[in-house]
């Protein structure tokens, strides 16, 4: 099995020029594995609207109340594989179980048919795949990482997650004009790539520390030492951070729709949108790893999330040409980019390599929740308000949760680094 | 599962890849020929239907025809009288259509956006073109041919949600022109004005011989029935959950649908009164804007394992509905 080379190795200090980042072909093999799957599930995800109310005809509502519950469901279970694979040692088995969940379900939207509780039950299977994969997958990175760059290889896995992201949804049209109104085809070529997706991950990753000297007796209480590892200060610290900063940070989506609304209607304008972020999130993940790893992971996070308050500055003041909407859709690639595989960087820093999966799974479910929570609230308060006070309350909200995450973070310094990480 | 190892892994890999590529290029290749009418759905050689070589005498049905060939997509006319029978196909290649009077509608997509074609009735030659700012989804002319409505969906697009959202245009024929954004008339209900940011306008019908519509206006989750007037940019909040209005030829009723849990149900209202019952004749979840065949039947879509069929039911006496015609889509009555 894969060991990490001892630390002398690689202690020699970050070279001060530039250099591609040296992450190990464990983790571009794991990036690629995510590409693949991102491209493959971008593509259904955004055609699964239209597909619902074109061929379904099921009513936007009824589908709205589902997809929460299944996010809700998926949240649990995320957490829940956490457990399993630090329980078991076989990270890589469960994500295989999830990446190769959601595969089957591409294959079966196209069984579905127009049949709506088989397709329900189909959407259910590929959301419990996505609720499976991200905490097994997210330790494999953490221990495929080499001692000093974790952030680094979350960048580089983030960057490429995100460049299937935007070929996605491009690659779901470029189908749809070869085949106009062919759905069941958007199906197939999403299906090829999560096979292939799979395949990358059972061929070209290995699964490191699978065979732990420790682990017969680390077994033995399982949810004994997945509270202890929880309730630890340093990790404890990450999560009060990421869940004070997450209840003010809204929705890319709820975003759009205030330029949308600023910003005179144009369409060209509008797929920029949705491009845009995720070319900004896909070209700045890389370096801002890299830079975490010489100035520190916390304060990248924070750094990230004074870029979100800047966008809601600048949505305040109002958004009207061009170079405003470019500076919004850089500002939120740049917040992406520096925050979310920078946390799960700064999580797997915190927690002891027996536990990282269920307390990445933990963190997860946190934000997620965390991020609902303010969708729901900046929603209400635009409906009942109107957008400057929502954004005002919201700028507010963000300054006090940057301050308590500044406040948390800053305090782990004087923390011991979790207990296998000395080893 | 155990991993292979060395070169019988990179030659596992290429193996996969050269499946997958196989299967999307056979998959797509099989999709291009049936809709170039080369193979019909089944895999079977396609049957040629027999085609009108003019446009037949109204009454006539204008359709999305989708039978495989070279037909497939384009909107075709079929009489009343026979509306399994030969069509006449139009050069218009539209996933929506509608036509009235001098005027008619063609929405084109390839999925992700769209275009809206004003074309002139009597030769289906195209007059004005607008860019469409997403998948569309209904359409309707008014009975003399001056004004049209569009709706598309707008799609979100986000890592954390999914959700969508409708945008209407009504559009001046004439000039090819669009009238102010809906979403920017003033909005009463029950005399108070709402202002509220999550307005959504879809499914617009014309009143005959006014510049007034009815549509539906939803807010707060709660789709209304609602009565514009473009002249005095107003809109006038009716009833509660009513959605894809229809109005009858004879001005007297609106047929529209509901949404009955996960399902949706057709419904008849009556203008005047405001009284509403089901159609009892339809029990399937029927999600289409409704066309009147006359004015106690009306026609809409139902996509099913047997094919793209369009069905008729009586609107009142509970008769079951049956398939009007076949391999057709988004029909409007020319009388």
Same mark, same amino acid.
């Given at each position: 099995m894969y060991q990490q080379p001892p630390a002398p190795l690689d202690a020699v200090p970050p070279a001060r020029r530039w250099r591609w980042p040296r992450v190990g072909a464990n983790v571009w093999a794991i990036g690629a594995t995510s590409l693949l799957t991102d491209v493959s599930s971008e593509m259904v995800t955004s055609v699964l609207p239209l597909y619902v109310v074109l061929?379904?005809?099921?009513t936007p509502l009824a589908f709205g109340a589902l997809d929460g519950l299944y996010q809700g469901v998926a949240a649990l279970v995320r957490m829940g594989s956490g457990v399993v694979a630090d329980r078991f040692r076989h990270h890589k088995a469960v994500a295989l179980a999830g990446y190769g969940l959601s595969a089957v379900a591409k294959a079966c939207y196209i069984a579905a048919g127009t049949a709506w509780p088989a397709f329900l039950a189909v959407v259910t299977a590929d959301r419990l795949g996505k609720g499976i994969r991200t905490a097994p997958r997210d330790a494999l990175i953490a221990a495929s990482a080499r001692p000093g760059e974790t952030a680094t290889a979350f960048g580089v896995h983030r960057a490429m997650d995100a460049a299937g992201a935007t070929i996605g949804p491009l690659t779901a049209f470029g189908v749809l004009m070869l085949a106009?109104? !062919?759905f069941d085809q958007v199906f197939v070529v999403s299906f090829a790539m999560a096979v292939v997706g799979v395949a990358a991950l059972w061929l070209f990753v290995t699964a490191p520390?699978?065979? !732990?000297?420790?682990g017969a007796t680390a077994t033995a209480r399982p949810w004994a030492r997945v509270l202890d590892a929880i309730t630890a200060p340093r990790f404890r610290a990450v999560l009060v951070a990421a869940g004070a900063v997450s209840i003010a940070s809204v929705t890319d989506g709820l975003l759009y729709l205030v330029l949308q609304r600023q910003f005179a209607f144009d369409p060209t304008r509008i797929t920029l949108l949705f491009v845009g972020t995720p070319l900004c999130y896909f070209l700045l993940a890389g370096p801002c790893g890299v830079v975490a790893d010489r100035i520190g992971t916390a304060r990248l996070f924070l750094a990230g999330h004074l870029a979100l308050l800047a966008v809601y500055g600048l949505l305040w003041m109002g958004v009207t040409t061009a170079v405003g909407v470019a500076a919004c859709l850089v500002g939120l690639g740049a917040y992406y980019a520096a925050t979310d595989g920078i946390l799960a960087a700064m999580a797997a820093l915190a927690l002891p390599a027996d536990d990282r999966a269920t307390g990445l799974g933990l963190l997860a479910t946190c934000t997620t929740a965390g991020r609902g929570l303010a969708a729901f609230v900046f929603g209400a308060l635009w409906t009942y308000t109107d957008t400057r006070t929502a954004l005002a309350a919201f700028a507010a909200l963000l300054v006090a949760g940057i301050g308590v995450s500044a406040w948390q973070l800053g305090a782990t310094r004087a923390l011991p680094p979790p207990a296998e990480a000395r080893s | 599962m155990t991993q292979p190892s060395g070169a019988r892994r990179t030659v596992i890999f290429a193996v996969v890849c050269a499946a997958a590529v196989a299967a999307v290029t056979w998959s797509l290749t099989r999709a291009r020929l049936e809709q170039r009418g080369t193979t019909s759905p089944g895999g079977g050689p396609a049957v040629a239907a027999p085609t009108l070589a003019s446009p037949p005498a109204s009454p006539f049905v204008l359709v999305r025809h989708l039978a495989p060939?070279?037909?497939?997509s384009r909107l075709a006319l079929a009489p009343l009288a026979a509306p399994d029978g030969p069509r006449f196909i139009t050069p218009l290649s539209c996933v929506r259509g509608y036509m009235a009077g001098t005027r008619g509608l063609c929405l084109a997509s390839n999925g992700a956006d769209g275009r809206a074609i004003v074309f002139e009735t009597? $030769?289906? $030659?195209? $007059?004005h073109t607008l860019v469409l700012t997403g998948p569309p989804s209904r359409a309707r002319v008014s009975r003399d041919g001056r004004l049209g409505a569009v709706t598309v969906f707008e799609s979100g697009h986000s890592y954390a949600e999914e959700g969508f959202s409708t945008r209407t245009t009504i559009l001046d024929l004439e000039t090819g022109t669009a009238f102010p954004d809906l979403e920017s008339f003033t909005i009463r209900q029950d005399g108070t004005r709402v202002r509220r940011i999550d307005i959504n306008f879809w499914g617009v019908t014309f009143i005959p011989g006014t510049r007034r519509f009815y549509a539906t206006l939803a807010y707060g989750g709660t789709p209304y029935l609602a009565e514009g007037d473009l002249d005095a940019r107003e809109v006038r909040v009716l009833a509660p959950h009513v959605e894809c209005p229809s109005l009858s030829p004879d001005g007297t009723r609106l047929a529209f649908k509901r949404a009955d849990g996960l399902r949706w149900r057709l419904w008849v209202r009556d203008?005047?009164?405001g009284e509403e019952h089901v159609i009892a004749g339809e029990t399937r979840s029927i999600d289409d804007q409704v066309e009147w065949l006359d004015d106690r039947h009306v026609l809409y879509q139902f996509p099913s394992d047997e094919g793209n069929n369009l069905y008729v039911v009586h609107t009142d006496d509970g008769t079951p509905a049956r398939r009007f015609m076949g391999e057709a889509w988004s029909p409007a009555v020319v009388r």
């Open positions: 061929h379904l005809q099921m106009p109104g !062919r520390g699978g065979a !732990r000297a420790t | 060939g070279s037909g497939w009597a $030769t289906f $030659t195209p $007059t203008v005047a009164s």
